[in-house]
């Protein structure tokens, strides 16, 4: 059953084409709620729960490409980012994805910077995933992350940092500021602003906003026109009984501007990836 919150949340984005000052109070007010949702014990249960998980399936991939993250800096960012109170069960594998796929890029482009776009920016797991990897590679680049929920302004985040009050994403993420010099945090939705940055070349996408047909095309072409052969786009949450428009639109995406994909999905699990090449 869908709780009241995310039926709001849905409603809120789909929204946000239509009545931007609408969307925009409501996002920077309370998107989570209006207090914590959880004890601290509480959260760090399920992150010692989630982190104690075997991933054979990524294992895998991560010895394929040659790059792994560091697991015990992944982990701590994830406890403040992705540890949160929901019916699904808690998974924040794609930051291993990511971080190899994007390292393994690094490694092989010539480029002297890169640019690196993202949709659903949320807690910024993702952002800092990337930002390390580029850390890591000692190449140079920017993150250009986009989202709805404000970077700024403090609110209830569904974190364990909620028992410390309300928080900015900018607090929020503070440990990290190495990582967070890499990063640019646009507020507002894709379909309105992803085509007014200015930047004739985007290496590496991650997309992971809202999932619906129209909008994964949106994106999807609007990178596609920036990038050239072994350019990479990321997809999240591909899965056809969730998110059947978002599986249709990468389908179609892949097949139309001729980009190599590959599946990854994690077993026993109805979780699956899209890298795309």
Partial sequence: ????????????RRLMTYIPPWTATYWADKPFGDKAQASKEEYLRLWNNEKSNT?????????????????DWMDDLALHTQIVIKSSPLCYQHGRILYAALKSYCAQSEAQNLTVFETGTARGFSSLIMSKALEDAKKPGK??????????????????DD??????????????????????????????????IKS??????FL??????????????????????????????????DFS???EAVDYGCNQFDYHKQVIRLSGTDRAYVIAT
């Fill in 143 to 160: 993150i250009i992350t986009f989202d709805v929920l404000p970077h700024y302004s403090p609110i209830y985040w569904n974190c364990i």
């Fill in 55 to 71: 991933y054979p399936d990524i294992d895998t991939l991560e010895n394929d490409i040659g790059e792994k993250i560091d697991k």
């Fill in 245 to 247: 428009g978002l599986v």
């Fill in 163 to 196: 028992n410390e009050g309300k928080k900015s994403r900018a607090q929020l993420l503070s440990s990290w500021q190495k990582e967070l010099d890499n990063i640019i945090f646009v507020e507002g939705d894709s379909r309105l602003n992803l085509k007014s």
């Fill in 1 to 12: 059953m869908i709780s009241l919150s995310k039926i709001k949340n849905i409603i809120a």
């Fill in 208 to 241: 992971d906003g809202a999932h619906s047909y129209e909008h994964v095309l949106f994106e999807f072409k609007t990178i596609m026109a920036r990038q050239i052969i072994g350019d990479v786009i990321v997809f999240d949450d591909y899965n056809q009984s």
């Fill in 200 to 205: 004739d070349r985007i290496h590496f996408a």
